[in-house]
C-alpha cells in the first residue's frame, strides 16, 4: 500500500502523518497506525474545536467534577449530588436509526454510570428534515423505536425532550441522548485516571466482536452519495446487557472493589485504555489475548478499534480480583484481567506474549492535533432597523404544523414513569423528578431553537442557554449547571466556523451571567452531506433545583376568573417561524443584553417561588397568539382584547403567568407586567373581538400534524 | 405487617418502586433473588414486579418463569400464598402457568406509556399508568368463558389502549392476581395520582 | 404458492436474543454451543411457475422482510 492509500484507509493527512513521525522519531508500525487513526479523529481529539471549548465557562462553586471525567458532577447539598451529559449519535442513526438511536441512549448512560451514579433520567434532542424527503419518516420512526426500544429495557424513564424539523436536516439527522444520574449520601464518586501501580486492569460486560470498526472515524467524516457501502459495521445495543452491566458496576463499587473504571465507547479499548492511562500519568501492560471474544477471527487491531457495546474498562487491586469477579458472574458477565497498571509511562500492547506496539499515551492522548480553522467575526447579517410584518389573519393553523402540534406520537412510546421519581413528564413544558433521600426537586429542559439560529448563530447560542433557563425559571427552579451538544456542519468551511465560534460566545455569556457553568459535553463536526450543512445546532441539556415539588405552576390555564399577566424583557424582535414557513426573509431587531435578561430571570424565579402563580408559560415559536392557545388546551381559556400588532414576529423574551385577581398587583408592580386579559370557561379562546376560536377545534390541529403523517405508517 | 417477598430477575426493573410502595404501605419487604429456591413459611405474601426480565428476549416473561424461585413460588401458591404479579410479573405468571391466558404484543405494534381509567369488579373506576409493548391479554373461548364464570376479571380497560381480549387489564384466580397497570407509580400526589395504593390491599 | 423465508442475524453482526436464549438453556443445564434466532416469514404467492415465484419472494425478502444491514435471509419452497 502506498503512504496515501494508508493515509487514506486511516483518515489521516499529510501534516498529522509527519506530526506522528516526530513524535515517534520514526514512521509509525503496525497497529500503531490504527491507534493513531481512532485517537486522532475529530470525533476523540476534538482538534477542530479544542482550543474555543477551553474558553468555556466551567468553574462554580457546585462543580465536582467537569470536563475531563467522563460526565460532569454537581454537588446538589444535603449530600447529594448528580452527574450529566449529553452526547450524538447522529451519523450511526442516519445509516441505521434504530439502533444507532440505541447504542446511543446505552453509550450516555455508560459515561453516567462509570462514575457510579445510578441513572435516573434521560432525554433527548432530535433534529428531523421534511416528512416527506426520502426516508424521512423510516428515520423518524426508527430513531423513536431505537430510544424507547433501549430506554425502557434499561429501566430509565424518559422524561422530557425535543424535537425540530426542518429541510436543512434532510441528509444529516441529529439525535442527541441526554441522561442523569444521581449519588446518594454514601455514594462515592468514581473516575477514570488508573491508579495503583500494579493493579489489575479488568475487563467487564459483553464478549468483543466486529461491531462498529472504524465507527470512530466515520463519524468525522460528512456522508457522499454511494455511501450504503459504510455498512456493515452497526453497534448493536443491549439494553438487558447494559441494566445486568449497570446493576453489577455500581454493586462492586459500593462493595469498594473498584479503584478507577471508563467506559468503552467512540474507538472502544483504545480510547478507554489511552485516556485512563493518560490521566492517572501511569502506563499499561495489556494482553490483547486475553481479551473475550465473540468471534475468534479478530485480529488484533480489530479488537482495538471494536465498539461492541455493553463494555467496561476497570482498574483493581489484585486482592480483590476474585470477589469483584463473583459479583459480575452473578450478574451474568464476563470479567477478565486483562493486563496490569505500571509505572513507566507507556502503554504496551501484546498479543500471545509478542508485543505489538509500546506507546506513551500523552503521545495519542493530550498531544493530538490542534488545529485552529478559519473564521471570520461574527457579522449580524440580518439585522435590520426595523421588520415589516405583512397582516395577516391569525389562524393558528400553526397547531397542526409539524413544528406546533403535539409530540405524544413520540413520547407515549417512552416509559416515562420507571423508577416512580417522575413528576412531570414529556408532556410537560420541563422534566422533573424527585430526589430520592431529600424528596427535592430536580428540573431538566433541553434547549436550542434552530429557527432563531437561523436568524442569527449570536443570539441563537445564548438562546439556547436563556431560553431553557427561562423555562426552569418560571416553575420556581434554580438553573445550575448546562451539559451541550454541539452539531454543526463541515469545520474547514469558514461559515460553519464562524457560526461555530459566534454561537459558543452568546452561550458562553449566558452561562456566565446565569452563573450555570458548562460541565460536560459533546461536539459533532461534518454533519453535511453533498456539500450542504445542517442548520448550526448548539443543542443543551439544563438542570435545575427546587427544594419541594408542591406549587409548581402548570403549563395550562387552571382556573376560570383569573387574570393573565404579560410579563417582558424585550430585547430583540425576530421575524420568526411563521415567517419562515411562508418563505419570508429572517430579520431581527435589537441586541440582546445577556445581564439584563439574566437579571429579569433570577427576579421571574423569586416571583414564582413567592407567590405561587396557578399556570405560566414562555412565549416561544409562533409568537403570543400561539403560546395563549396551548395554554387553552384544557377546559379553561383566554380571553384578551389584544392587537393584531402583538401577535407578529417573536419577542426575546415574553412570559405568560396566570394568578388570582388579587395577587395581580404584586406581578404588575414587581415585574413591570401588564395584564391582558382574562380566564373564561366557556370552550372559547378569544384573543380579541373578531378573532376567536373553538377550543375543540384547537385540541383537533394540535393533536394531528406530526402524529397524523407518523400515525399512519 | 407482613413479610413480602419481592422477585427480582436479571433485567427486572421496578423492584427498588415496588420496594419503596411495600414499605411505605407499612409491610417488611424482602428481595428473593431468581436463581434462590426459598422456603414458603419465610414470606407471607409476593410481588412479582415489572420491568423486562432477561429483555423480554424470546417472550416476555419466558425464561424468568422457569427460574428456581418461581419454582418455590409454585409450591407457596398452593398453599395459598396470595400473590401479585405487575406487568412484567403478569407475564412471568402466565408463562409460568400460575395463571390462563397470555400477553402479547400491542394491536398497534408500539410501546404504549399512559394514564387509563380502570373498572373494577365493584364497577368502581381508577386511574393507573400503563407503560407496555406486550400487554395484550389473549385466552380462548373456553378460558374466557371459565373466568366470566367464576368472577376472576379484576380489573378491564374503559378505553382498550392494547387490544386486550374482552378489555382485560387484571384477573384474579384465588390468591394469584396480576394486572398490567402499574400501582407502584400512583402511590403520592406528585406522581400524578395515589389509585394506586389499593391494590395492594391483598398482601 | 407458499413459501418459507427464514430471516436471521448475521454472522458478524451481535445476536442479543440468541445470546440470551443460550445462556438461559446452558443455565437449564442443557449443553448448547450456539443459539440464534430469528424469524420465519410465510408467504402466499400467486403463481403457477415456482421459480418466478420464489423470485419473488427473494425481492420481497430483500427490500421489505429483511433490513440487509444486519440481516440475511434464505428462501424456502413449502409444500
Known amino acids: 500500500m502506498s503512504l496515501k492509500e494508508k493515509l487514506d484507509l486511516y483518515r489521516l493527512n499529510q501534516d498529522e502523518y509527519k506530526m506522528i513521525c516526530e513524535k515517534l522519531g520514526r514512521e509509525p508500525q503496525g497497529i500503531e497506525w490504527a491507534l493513531f487513526s481512532s485517537l486522532w479523529s475529530e470525533h476523540c481529539s476534538y482538534k477542530s474545536s479544542k482550543r474555543h471549548l477551553k474558553k468555556l465557562f466551567r468553574e462554580g462553586p457546585r462543580v465536582l467534577e467537569s470536563f475531563g471525567e467522563n460526565a460532569g458532577v454537581i454537588d446538589l447539598g444535603q449530600g447529594e449530588r448528580i452527574a450529566f451529559k449529553m452526547e450524538s449519535h447522529n451519523h450511526p442513526s442516519f445509516i441505521e436509526p434504530y439502533q444507532g438511536a440505541a447504542t446511543g441512549v446505552g453509550g450516555i448512560l455508560r459515561d453516567i454510570f462509570t462514575m457510579g451514579a445510578r441513572p435516573l433520567a434521560l432525554a433527548n434532542y432530535l433534529c428531523f428534515g421534511d416528512l416527506d424527503a426520502p426516508r424521512m419518516t423510516t428515520l423518524v420512526d426508527g430513531v423513536v423505536r431505537g430510544i424507547g426500544g433501549y430506554g425502557n429495557c434499561v429501566g430509565v424513564p424518559t422524561i422530557t425532550g425535543q424535537t425540530e424539523f426542518h429541510s436543512s436536516y434532510n441528509g444529516n439527522i441529529l439525535v442527541n441522548a441526554f441522561a442523569l444520574g444521581y449519588f446518594g449520601k454514601n455514594d462515592g464518586v468514581f473516575l477514570s485516571k488508573a491508579k495503583g501501580i500494579g493493579f489489575d486492569v479488568v475487563y467487564v460486560g459483553a464478549k468483543t466482536g466486529r461491531d462498529g470498526i472504524h465507527g470512530a472515524s466515520m463519524a468525522s467524516e460528512s456522508f457522499e452519495d454511494g455511501d450504503e457501502s459504510k455498512r456493515p459495521t452497526v453497534q448493536i445495543g443491549d439494553p438487558f446487557l447494559e441494566k445486568l452491566l449497570i446493576e453489577s458496576c455500581i454493586e462492586v463499587m459500593n462493595l469498594g472493589l473498584v479503584d478507577s473504571i471508563q467506559d468503552m465507547g467512540a474507538a472502544g479499548l483504545t480510547s478507554s485504555s489511552f485516556e485512563m492511562a493518560s490521566k492517572g500519568q501511569v502506563g499499561l501492560d495489556l494482553e490483547l489475548d486475553k481479551v473475550p471474544l465473540r468471534d475468534s477471527t479478530l485480529t488484533p487491531e480489530d479488537i482495538l478499534l471494536s465498539e461492541s457495546q455493553e463494555r467496561m474498562l476497570l482498574i483493581c487491586e489484585p486482592q480483590k480480583v476474585d470477589s469483584l469477579k463473583e459479583v459480575f458472574l452473578k450478574w451474568g458477565l464476563d470479567a477478565t484481567v486483562i493486563g496490569k497498571v505500571k509505572e513507566e509511562r507507556k502503554v504496551s500492547l501484546f498479543w500471545n506474549g509478542d508485543r505489538l506496539a509500546e506507546i506513551d499515551p500523552d503521545i495519542l492522548v493530550e498531544e493530538a492535533p490542534e488545529y485552529d480553522r478559519n473564521y471570520d467575526p461574527w457579522d449580524s447579517l440580518n439585522k435590520k432597523e426595523k421588520i415589516q410584518f405583512d397582516s395577516e389573519k391569525i389562524n393558528l393553523e400553526e397547531l397542526k404544523s409539524y413544528q406546533g402540534s403535539t409530540r405524544s406520537w413520540i413520547y407515549d412510546q417512552y416509559d416515562q414513569r420507571v423508577g416512580a421519581n417522575t413528576a412531570r413528564d414529556c408532556s410537560g413544558s420541563i422534566g422533573v423528578i424527585q430526589l430520592p433521600e431529600s424528596g427535592r426537586a430536580l428540573g431538566i429542559v433541553l434547549g436550542c431553537r434552530p429557527h432563531v439560529m437561523r436568524h442569527d448563530a449570536w443570539i441563537g447560542g445564548a438562546d439556547a442557554i436563556l431560553y431553557p433557563s427561562i423555562e426552569l425559571s418560571i416553575k420556581g427552579f434554580e438553573p445550575l449547571a448546562v451539559t451541550d451538544c454541539l452539531n454543526f456542519g463541515n469545520p474547514e468551511q469558514k461559515s460553519v466556523m464562524s457560526e461555530f465560534v459566534a454561537s459558543l460566545e452568546g452561550l458562553n455569556l449566558s452561562c456566565q451571567k446565569m452563573k450555570t457553568p458548562i460541565i460536560s459535553g459533546n461536539v459533532s463536526f461534518y454533519n453535511e452531506s453533498n456539500g450542504d450543512n445542517i442548520t448550526s445546532t448548539p443543542s443543551t441539556g439544563l438542570v435545575g433545583l427546587r427544594d419541594s415539588l408542591s406549587y409548581i405552576p402548570a403549563d395550562r390555564f387552571q382556573e376560570e376568573g383569573s387574570q393573565i399577566i404579560l410579563i417582558e424583557c424585550p430585547q430583540v424582535l425576530l421575524s420568526g417561524m411563521r415567517a419562515e414557513n411562508k418563505g419570508r426573509d429572517l430579520e431581527f431587531t435589537g441586541e440582546l443584553n445577556v445581564q439584563e435578561v439574566s437579571r429579569w430571570c433570577e427576579k421571574l424565579k423569586e416571583m414564582v417561588l413567592k407567590e405561587s402563580p396557578l399556570s405560566t408559560r414562555i412565549v416561544g415559536k409562533f409568537g403570543l397568539s400561539y403560546a395563549l392557545s396551548r395554554m387553552s388546551m384544557d377546559s379553561v381559556s383566554a380571553n384578551c382584547n389584544l392587537n393584531e400588532g402583538e401577535f407578529s414576529g417573536e419577542k426575546l423574551y415574553q412570559v405568560l403567568v396566570e394568578v388570582k385577581k388579587s395577587k395581580s398587583e404584586v406581578w404588575i408592580n414587581k415585574m413591570d407586567a401588564r395584564v391582558i386579559g382574562e380566564t373564561q370557561a366557556t370552550g372559547v379562546l378569544v384573543l380579541n373581538k373578531e378573532t376567536q376560536f373553538q377550543v375543540s377545534e384547537l385540541r383537533k390541529l394540535y393533536k394531528g400534524g406530526l402524529s397524523d403523517v407518523m400515525g399512519a405508517q | 405487617m407482613s413479610r413480602v417477598g419481592v422477585l427480582r430477575f436479571p433485567g427486572t426493573n421496578c423492584d427498588l418502586d415496588v420496594f419503596r410502595a411495600i414499605e411505605d404501605l407499612g409491610h417488611e419487604a424482602c428481595w428473593i433473588w431468581y436463581a434462590n429456591p426459598f422456603e414458603e413459611r419465610e414470606y407471607d405474601s409476593y410481588v412479582i414486579p415489572g420491568g423486562f426480565s432477561f429483555g423480554d428476549y424470546l417472550r416476555a416473561g419466558a425464561m424468568a418463569a422457569q427460574s428456581p424461585a418461581m419454582d418455590s413460588l409454585k409450591k407457596a401458591v398452593k398453599k395459598g400464598a396470595p400473590v401479585i404479579g405487575i406487568c412484567n410479573g403478569f407475564q412471568i405468571l402466565c408463562e409460568a402457568g400460575l395463571l390462563p391466558g397470555a400477553l402479547v404484543r400491542n394491536e398497534k405494534l408500539r410501546f404504549i406509556d399512559r394514564w387509563v381509567e380502570l373498572v373494577d369488579q365493584n364497577k368502581e373506576i381508577y386511574s393507573l399508568p400503563i407503560a407496555h409493548g406486550e400487554g395484550r391479554f389473549y385466552i380462548e373461548e373456553d378460558g374466557l368463558k371459565e373466568l366470566r364464570d367464576k368472577d376472576q376479571i379484576w380489573l378491564t380497560y374503559k378505553d382498550n389502549p392494547n387490544g386486550s381480549i374482552s378489555d382485560i387489564a387484571g384477573i384474579k384466580v384465588n390468591s394469584v392476581s396480576a394486572l398490567m397497570p402499574h400501582p407502584e407509580r400512583a402511590m403520592k400526589d406528585w406522581m400524578g395520582g395515589t389509585d394506586g395504593r389499593r391494590f395492594f390491599e391483598c398482601l | ?79
Not at chain 3, 408467504?43 to 430483500?62: H, N, R, T, Y
Open chain 3, 1 to 79: 404458492m407458499k413459501v418459507g423465508v427464514k430471516i436471521m442475524p448475521r454472522n458478524e453482526v451481535l445476536d442479543t436474543q440468541g445470546r440470551t436464549v443460550g445462556a438461559a438453556l446452558k443455565r437449564q443445564g442443557y449443553e448448547v454451543e450456539d443459539c440464534k434466532v430469528g424469524k420465519f416469514v410465510i408467504l402466499d404467492l400467486k403463481g403457477e411457475d415456482s421459480s418466478k415465484v420464489m423470485e419473488q419472494a427473494s425481492e420481497i425478502a430483500k427490500s421489505i422482510l429483511c433490513n440487509p444491514l444486519i440481516e440475511s435471509f434464505e428462501t424456502v419452497e413449502l409444500s
